[in-house]
């Protein structure tokens, strides 16, 4: 009887089957929907470093609205600190910044129009995985703390004056009963941060005293990805409004494509992604008006693409794919937009650079040869395959007669 009823039991669906969270609590029961992989530090993705991610992000955004060019990441053992010098939260909504779910500025477009964090979730997924989390922002002369454990306040300091310049500093440190043995590393963090720099040409970042900055935008992420003696001709780098392109071609086979969106790098691609992929190819056949196959065209590729989008959607709070089918909420699609800026900045840039333009031809006639002739000889193979078939089938029957 007690078995039958504990089986009863287990298929029970009424009231008391139904369960209310409050934010906090679903964050750290379902931390993945919010960081990806927890991980111990080990991997570039795991979630220590996405937690220092999301504050950045925040940081980013004041910059890109032209408050702060400075950033400073401290990270000391597990006691992560993030100092931007931007506009600094609001006094008297500190608190709820950091532990109201949908809480923030940006669900109004006018003022942080091409933000990557526009679901008021980032910092409170921090707070609510921290075991510690302190914030305090500074806004003309006067500064407001609250310290949070686990998510919740336990202590709310009165506002003060203070002599600090204006920004926002976060101190947080990620909780092991989430985040097992974990260990941040270095080199992940430093690349992490030089995408920051690379997608904001000017941003000073300092990493525990260590100064990143990038002068030349994704001109240096990709020197800094390739080496110089394999790229086929100089790097070509176009900037427009809401969108910039760095681009060259190695002796490598594939395509290695770095992607970006407000700043984020969407490592699993997205629409910029592929309308890039197809506007580039389109781009590039009426350049040359020849019809060269796609995959000639792309083989040995390297470029770095970023572009601004108006309300970005993400496949995931992670955002690392962008599901964004237009760049504006009534803007051109994102097929469009690639198209109408490489018809134009790409198509100019090869007719004023003939060497270039001559460089590039030579690489993708050397990829159509490569794979004609692979062709050739697959299909040689597979001729003498089925001749040897056809002859060893000839022996068999001889010599079964």
Same mark, same amino acid.
């Given at each position: 009887? %007690? ?34 992989? +927890? ?89 609510? +995985? ?70 904001? %040409? ?15 935008? +994704? ?130 840039? +090869? ?29 040689? %193979?597979?001729?003498? %395959? ?16």
């Amino acid at each position: 009887m %007690a078995k039958e009823k504990e089986k009863t039991d287990l298929f029970n669906y009424d009231e008391d089957s139904i369960k209310s969270l409050d934010w906090k609590e679903h964050i750290r029961l379902r931390p993945g929907m919010y960081i990806g992989k +927890l991980g111990d530090g080990a991997s570039p993705d795991d979630g220590i470093y996405v937690l220092v991610k999301e504050v950045m992000d925040n940081c980013i955004d004041e910059y890109t609205m032209g408050h702060g060019k400075t950033v400073e990441l401290t990270i000391d053992g597990k006691t992560v600190t993030v100092r931007d010098y931007g506009r600094g939260i609001p006094l008297g909504k500190v608190v709820d910044v950091v532990s109201k779910i949908n809480t923030g500025a940006k669900y109004d477009s006018k003022a942080f129009q091409k933000s990557v964090g526009l679901n008021g979730v980032g910092t409170k997924a921090v707070n609510a +995985l921290s075991n510690y989390f302190k914030v305090t922002a500074v806004r003309e002369g006067k500064e407001k703390t609250a310290e949070f454990e686990r998510g919740v306040l336990i202590k709310e300091h009165k506002e003060a004056k203070t002599g600090e310049e204006n920004g926002t500093l976060v101190t947080f440190i990620p909780d092991e009963q989430i985040f097992k043995n974990y260990k941040y590393h270095s080199e992940f963090l430093e690349n992490q941060i030089w995408n920051y720099c690379f997608l904001n %040409a000017g941003l000073k970042i300092v990493f525990n005293g260590k100064s990143f900055v990038s002068k030349n935008g +994704l001109l240096d992420l990709l020197q800094r990805k390739t080496n110089e003696d394999e790229i086929r001709y100089p790097i070509i780098h176009l900037k427009g409004n809401d969108m910039e392109i760095a681009l060259s071609h190695t002796n490598d086979y594939g395509e290695d494509i770095y992607s970006f969106v407000n700043g984020q790098h969407t490592t699993q691609g997205g629409t910029h992604h592929q309308a890039f992929r197809e506007m580039y190819v389109k781009t590039i056949r009426e350049f040359y008006k020849k019809d060269y196959d796609a995959s000639d065209i792309r083989t040995g590729i390297v470029a770095a693409v970023s572009v601004r989008v108006v309300e970005p959607v993400f496949e995931s709070q992670t955002k690392t794919k962008l599901g964004s089918v237009n760049v504006d909420t009534k803007g051109p699609s994102m097929r469009q937009f690639f198209s109408d800026f490489l018809s134009k900045e790409l198509d100019n840039y +090869l007719h004023k650079n003939p060497a270039t333009a001559e460089a590039l031809k030579k690489r993708i006639e050397q990829s159509e040869r490569e794979r004609k002739d692979m062709a050739g000889i697959k299909k040689l %193979a597979n001729e003498r %395959a089925k001749k040897a078939n056809l002859h060893n089938k000839n022996y068999e029957i001889a010599e079964y007669i």
